[in-house]
């Protein structure tokens, strides 16, 4: 499905800016790759063309055209680039700079898993879901022409993916003139502006360089060239410890299946295991890919087939389907052969694994499918019988079913009903999603917003304008931001250079400290480049004195991520510092008052009442629910230089971590023993 352009970086761009999680390696640009990693590609459609280039240093350019707007996008070492986006279209939390290939995935892939180079000649798809063919065009080059079949919508997709050796990266001469440069600070500084006056790629990056430290620039060069080695598949890594650091566990007596949690963790290369908080092995590194246990089950990949383990290690559903989702209300979709349906946690096949091509997971008892050969929908509840799809609604409570909405046409939008026939005929740049009963729209660079049937509430008069939160839209008159409320009058008047929408957050609680007593709305503005906290009456509770400010979620918690002098910290709504800035980077997602930093290109985590639970020490880190213990607050997955990985408690104590001796990956317990392999010694006396 094509999707608009503010949509479409989140879902064409795979990987996470500068955060690159070992399960997102690719393989090097050579004739053997599959599908999922071409070094260069252009598409287009009947809405859309888009051409993505991966040159040789890890650096990428995207464009991608719909309509008639055009996006341009620089991945470039150290700084992204983006020009066609206005600023309220760019969030950088969502900003991915590994995009991979524009296609709808796997139609290819199904047809030849072997890669581009098994193609030797002109080869027909007959695919149940798309019909053409795929054309060689020299070694590793190869043209694409399908068409996509669905009852309401055929989508036409054409276009050449390239696997050949990547090109050189953009010369520095390369005009980058009207580009922003996205970080974390809005409104983003444009090349070419007084803040930034230079015009090439070449004069940005000596502009760059010169204002970091000679160690920023090492830690730049060594995390690239991390990458790099990625990026390339290799196994780099060299041993961190010495034979004769060797301490071995006392050998466990118990069994250790037995009372025990595990987690999954990846203990070679490329496998993954189970271990228990002991940092014992319990389950052998088998499996491509191994998922948390969901009570007595888990999700595990082997040799591309999924299937389900229990806590012994035995399967209890062997692994055949191609794609498996969690278990959802004892139900779990699955596909196999192209086809797909549902099961339950014994294997038994609850919905006929036939020609249904949604992957898709149950919610309050029901879920929907998709009929692969007429694209009509049908609903159904847990047992596996078809309802209809009122009775689907009135248990998912469905969000599509909420109209009038917006629909695209010809370019321009409209409101539909429930029958999709239009109430509003198309005629603007844009039309917003509905929130407290009122349509923010575009039309002309202007802004204004419409009732459900189409009529003007607040005319078209604002030069910029935020949809309605917590009973106040942001709008810009002449150059500055205040709050409007749905009748259009100012409740603040327009002031600020920027501003973020209000978010209720709690300011007390009741005499049983069971629930909120009271809240407030407060928001992030900034004046004269200076960010505060505002309430909903304009005042500032929290002075205009930082260089930037976001309002940490949940908002529930009233924490904003502040910036000064160029570094990030935390700050509560009054703005008392709780984290001293001292960050180059803030999570604004809290996690039971946990928060995710980084300092050159490292992560720790802090919690919000100032202490540093972890140093800024590990390449990655990820906060996950306790599975083992739902009364805990979270569990930290870490993530270093291969092969370090393993997991620690909320205090950041290591329970258990992996490491490398005599060329071999090994297992350590918190106190730094290894567990695994028992015959370590004997495998290095070997090598020697």
Same mark, same amino acid.
């Given at each position: ?277 002991? #940092? ?241 709305? !407060? ?62 980077? !803030? ?84 106190? #730094? ?16």
């Amino acid at each position: 499905m094509i999707m608009k352009i503010r949509k479409m970086l989140l879902c064409f761009l795979a990987v996470q800016i500068l955060v690159i999680t070992f399960s997102a390696i690719s393989h090097a640009a050579t004739c053997s790759n599959n599908w999922r990693s071409p070094s260069s590609q252009t598409m287009e459609t009947e809405i859309m063309t888009a051409s993505m280039t991966d040159y040789a240093d890890i650096e990428r350019y995207l464009t991608v055209k719909q309509g008639w707007k055009t996006t341009h996008v620089y991945f470039l070492q150290g700084v992204l680039l983006v020009k066609g986006l206005d600023d309220d279209e760019i969030n950088y939390d969502n900003i991915f700079w590994y995009p991979m290939m524009f296609m709808q995935s796997g139609v290819l892939s199904k047809a030849f898993p072997q890669g581009p180079c098994s193609i030797t000649q002109k080869t027909p798809i007959a695919l149940t879901e798309a019909e053409g063919e795929v054309v060689p065009e020299s070694q590793g080059v190869i043209a694409y022409d399908y068409t996509l079949k669905g009852k309401q919508n055929v989508k036409h997709f054409k276009g050449v993916m390239k696997f050949t050796p990547k090109e050189a990266a953009p010369s520095d001469d390369t005009v980058v003139k009207g580009f922003k440069i996205v970080n974390r600070t809005k409104p983003y500084t444009v090349i070419g502006s007084k803040d930034m006056p230079v015009t090439t790629l070449g004069e940005l990056r000596h502009a760059l360089d010169a204002k970091k430290t000679p160690k920023e620039r090492e830690k730049q060069a060594q995390r690239y060239q991390e990458l790099s080695d990625i990026f390339a598949g290799k196994d780099t890594t060299k041993d961190t410890m010495k034979p004769e650091d060797i301490i071995m566990a006392p050998q466990q007596t118990t069994d250790l299946k037995d009372g025990n949690e595990l987690y999954p963790l990846r203990i070679t290369y490329k496998n993954w295991g189970y271990v228990n908080k002991a #940092g014992q092995v319990v389950i052998a590194p088998i499996f491509d890919i191994a998922e948390f246990f969901q009570g007595r089950l888990a999700r595990v990949r082997i040799d591309r087939k999924w299937g389900v383990i229990d806590k012994t290690g035995r399967f209890v559903i062997a692994p055949q389907y191609e794609e498996m989702g969690p278990f959802r209300d004892g139900l779990a979709c699955v596909q196999k052969n192209g086809k797909t349906g549902f099961i339950n946690e014994s294997g038994k096949i609850i919905v006929p694994i036939e020609n249904y091509n949604l992957m898709s997971e149950f919610k309050n008892g029901v879920a929907i499918i998709l009929k692969e050969r007429n694209g009509d929908r049908f609903f159904i509840d847990k047992n596996g019988n078809y309802i209809t799809e009122d009775q689907f609604c009135e248990a998912a409570q469905c969000s599509y079913r909420k109209t009038p909405r917006s629909m695209q046409k010809d370019k321009k939008w409209g409101l539909v009903n429930a029958k999709n026939e239009f109430i509003l005929q198309p005629q603007y740049d844009h039309i917003y999603k509905e929130k407290d009963g009122l349509f923010l729209v575009k039309k002309e660079e202007r802004y204004g917003f419409i009732d459900k049937k189409g009529n003007f509430v607040i005319d078209l008069q604002f030069e910029d304008a935020h949809s309605f939160n917590e009973g106040l839209a942001a709008v810009k008159q002449n150059g500055k931001y205040g709050f409007i409320d749905t009748a259009g009058r100012f409740a603040i008047k327009p002031q600020f250079d920027y501003i973020h929408s209000f978010q209720n957050v709690p300011v007390g609680i009741d005499n049983n400290r069971e629930r909120v007593s009271f809240v407030d709305g !407060i928001a992030v503005a900034a004046v004269n480049k200076k960010y505060g906290v505002i309430n909903k009456t304009g005042r500032y509770i929290a002075e205009p004195q930082f260089e930037s400010a976001y309002l940490c979620r949940p908002a529930s918690l009233g924490i904003v991520e502040i910036a000064k002098n160029g570094k990030w910290g935390l700050a509560d709504r009054t703005g008392k510092i709780l984290v001293e800035p001292q960050f180059d980077d !803030i999570d604004t997602d809290l996690f039971h008052e946990y928060a995710i930093v980084s300092k050159f290109y490292k992560k720790g985590v802090v919690h919000i009442g100032g202490k540093i639970i972890i140093p800024t020490q590990y390449r990655n880190i990820v906060i996950y629910p306790n599975f083992a213990h739902q009364d805990a607050p979270s569990l930290l997955r870490i993530d270093n230089e291969l092969p370090h990985m393993g997991y620690m408690d909320t205090s950041g104590t290591v329970f258990v971590m992996t490491d490398k001796v005599c060329g071999q990956y090994v297992v350590k317990n918190g106190k #730094g023993e290894i567990t695994w392999p028992r015959n370590i010694k004997e495998l290095c006396e070997q090598k020697n």
